[in-house]
């Protein structure tokens, strides 16, 4: 490791920048921000270095670290990609002992990744919505207990659902997910009404695809205070893959990935376009990003989250292309959406007073960009510096690890389970 770029020390000064400190719509000019040990400790004008680091970053814009609030990290490699487009956090959508693994070697800095919170692993119904091998068919009040207790020895704080869990058995999850306070979030439902599944707690949906079909019922979980992550990029991976003629390798930083993950993302590919072309599934876009809209229109508990690394999601750097599409497509604000990507995840992840503001006593996940993304959201594609904690990633760094993840070989698909709850 070299402490040069990466360096860590227990007093860092970011001199003379515009920052956004997404609390209170609060821009401030000319500002310096000192960070100890892992803690914004002041901001203000001329702060007297004390010893500190100085980074100069006059001219430059300065906000909190990007929030990705649906992910799933499933490999190592993933870990510097998040850093390097300025994703510091992730909330990870299926946990299984690996990540619980993978968070505790990130926190003793033997790999280089974003904070992590993670739900345990999902929870079906037999008929699941999407048969995945890894999902637990959970059928009794028993199964539900055990898959409490495996999400909590974990350290998860979350749950996770999929729509097919029997009626009795959803109720019953929701009632004791609310006793061992583990907010519960995913597709929803088909087995119960969505009014009920919301009355019962029902904490995030997951993609617009979940949403409800009817814009009352749609009003009514906003209303309700529900979050949402629309996960709009991935929701077009259907049309755009299967019927518009996109290909993976024209993607934008296709290169950042290992050769051997590009060679699996084409073959999965491949195989997920052919099962929709022979079953001739059209989504229409238009209708999911509606429902988002309605959504929006009553609320604002609104998180950004990119669903990688689905074949075309590419980890961090597709949160850019999300906050683009949350602009272009659902009508937000440049300043709405970079909420999405900063404090609102972190309050939907219950990390609102440690994450996602720039203000003292919150910990020092920073990134500096060249251009404003508050006047063009696009600007949040020039992240030049990343500060996570009390560690400084710089683009030398950044170049020198993505080539090494690059030349990456033997990454195969990890298996978690066995579709059967332990
Ligand atoms: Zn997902």
């Excluded at 227990?10 to 920048?17: E, V």
């Excluded at 500002?31 to 010893?51: S, V």
């Excluded at 999400?151 to 979350?158: D, I, L, N, Q």
């Excluded at 080539?403 to 709850?421: N, Q």
Aim: net charge negative; hydrophobic share 35%; aromatic share 8%.
């Amino acid at each position: 490791m070299d402490l040069k770029d990466r360096s860590a020390c227990s007093g860092i000064i970011l001199k003379n920048a515009t920052v956004l400190t997404m609390d209170n719509h609060e821009v401030l000019q000319n500002c310096d921000i000192r960070c100890r040990d892992g803690i914004i400790t002041e901001t203000g004008h001329d702060l007297a270095p004390g010893g500190d680091r100085v980074i100069d970053a006059s001219g430059r814009y300065i906000m909190p670290g990007l929030i990705d609030g649906h992910v799933h990290f499933d490999q190592d490699y993933m870990g510097i990609l998040f850093l390097a487009a300025g994703v510091t956090s992730v909330r990870n959508m299926r946990g299984y002992a690996e990540h619980e693994d993978r968070i505790r070697r990130i926190r003793a800095g033997e790999l280089d990744g974003p904070y992590i919170e993670s739900t345990g692993p999902i929870f079906d119904g037999v008929d699941p919505n999407i048969p995945e091998d890894d999902n637990w068919i959970v059928q009794t009040f028993d199964e539900v207990e055990r898959g409490i207790s495996y999400t909590k020895e974990h350290g998860f704080r979350f749950m996770k659902t999929y729509p097919s869990l029997r009626p009795d058995v959803y109720r019953f999850l929701m009632r004791r997910c609310a006793d061992e306070d583990l907010p519960v979030s995913g597709h929803m439902t088909k087995t119960i009404r969505h009014e009920e599944l919301v009355d019962l707690g029902y904490y995030c949906c997951e993609h617009s695809s979940s949403l409800p079909r009817e814009e009352e019922v749609i009003r009514y979980c906003a209303k309700a205070g529900m979050w949402y992550c629309p996960t709009q990029l991935v929701c077009e991976t259907l049309p755009d893959y299967v019927w518009n003629g996109k290909r993976l390798e024209d993607l934008e930083k296709w290169d950042v990935l290992p050769g051997c993950v590009q060679e699996e993302w084409l073959r999965r590919n491949e195989v997920i376009s052919e099962s929709y072309r022979k079953q001739n599934i059209r989504p229409d876009i238009r209708v999911i990003i509606n429902r988002g809209r309605v959504f929006m229109e009553h609320s604002d508990l609104v998180i950004a989250g990119s669903d990688c690394a689905y074949p075309g999601i590419i980890p961090g750097f597709a949160l850019w292309t999300e906050l683009e599409k949350l602009v272009s497509l659902y009508g937000m604000s440049n300043e709405e959406a970079l909420l999405a990507a900063t404090a609102r995840p972190a309050r939907c992840m219950k990390l609102g007073g440690r994450k996602g503001r720039i203000v003292p006593g919150m910990d020092s996940d920073l990134i500096i960009l060249k251009e404003n993304p508050l006047s063009d959201i696009r600007g949040i594609a020039s992240v030049e510096t990343v500060v996570r904690g009390d560690k400084v990633y710089t683009q030398e760094y950044f170049a020198r690890e993505l080539e090494k993840v690059h030349s990456l070989t033997g990454i195969t698909e990890p298996a978690f389970g066995t579709g059967t709850i332990k």
